[in-house]
């Protein structure tokens, strides 16, 4: 099971751009790497998922590079409602959907 | 309109009194997940259905068992709750294997008194 590595925390103020990297060394060839937001009280929602290279959504950006060992969530411009937690997910075996420690967004005024 | 619902949003029990958590989901999803998450830490995998067969993760208490008689709705039973059994419940769905994303419900948030 590809085991991933985040930043327990990160802190931002409002408008700047934040990246988030996560490290996952021992992905396998047939993995996508998802990224969920955490809102206290919350479900996680699913923000944006990729295999290589470069993804967009209206939400987010997910930069992954060649060798795939690590991948970058950015967030353009974030706000004070970005505060949350950011999960990284490498799914093995499609079904088996575990969450890592994720990292602490908090935005600043 | 809510796609995954979880009841009741808050519960409360005693010690070693039998509890159950229910999910009811309008996507039509052939698997389903039950999550454990306390104050501070990330949701915890306990048990997922894929259909009807029941995938149970190797370190999820005995105490806790999961029913789902069909497609639109799972169960969590916990037997005898103790106070570490305190936490938010989390239910997700997902269509298949061939995605990645994830549908949760609010959570039940449980107090054990």
């Known amino acids: 099971l590809a085991k991933t590595t985040q930043p327990i925390s990160m802190d931002s103020y409002e408008g700047q751009e934040v990246n988030i990297t996560c490290s996952h060394n021992?992905?396998?060839?047939?993995?996508?790497i998802t990224w969920y937001q955490q809102f206290p009280s919350q479900g996680p929602r699913f923000i944006i998922q990729?295999?290589?290279t470069k993804v967009t959504n209206e939400v987010a950006s997910l930069f992954i590079p060649a060798d795939r060992k690590s991948s970058t969530l950015s967030l353009p411009r974030v706000s004070l409602s970005d505060t949350a937690v950011y999960y990284c997910?490498?799914?093995?075996?499609?079904?088996?959907?575990?969450f890592g420690a994720g990292t602490r967004l908090t935005v600043k005024p | 309109d809510a796609m995954v619902i979880q009841n009741p949003r808050y519960q409360v029990t005693q010690f070693g009194k039998p509890v159950t958590l229910s999910c009811s989901q309008t996507?039509?999803?052939?698997?389903m997940y039950w999550y454990q998450q306390k104050s501070s830490q990330a949701p915890k995998l306990l048990f997922h259905?894929?259909?009807?067969?029941?995938?149970n993760e190797a370190d999820t208490p005995d105490n806790f068992q999961s029913r789902r008689p069909n497609t639109s709705f799972c169960f969590l039973d916990i037997r005898s709750p103790g106070l570490g059994d305190a936490a938010m419940y989390l239910c997700?769905?997902?269509?298949?294997?061939?995605?990645?994303?994830?549908?949760f419900g609010s959570g039940t948030q449980l107090s054990v008194l």
């Open positions: 259905y894929y259909d009807k067969d029941f995938n």
């Open positions: 997700a769905t997902k269509a298949g294997t061939r995605t990645e994303k994830l549908f």
């Open positions: 990729g295999y290589k």
């Open positions: 021992n992905i396998a060839t047939n993995d996508y």
């Open positions: 996507l039509n999803h052939n698997v």
């Open positions: 997910l490498v799914v093995l075996n499609n079904n088996d959907m575990r």
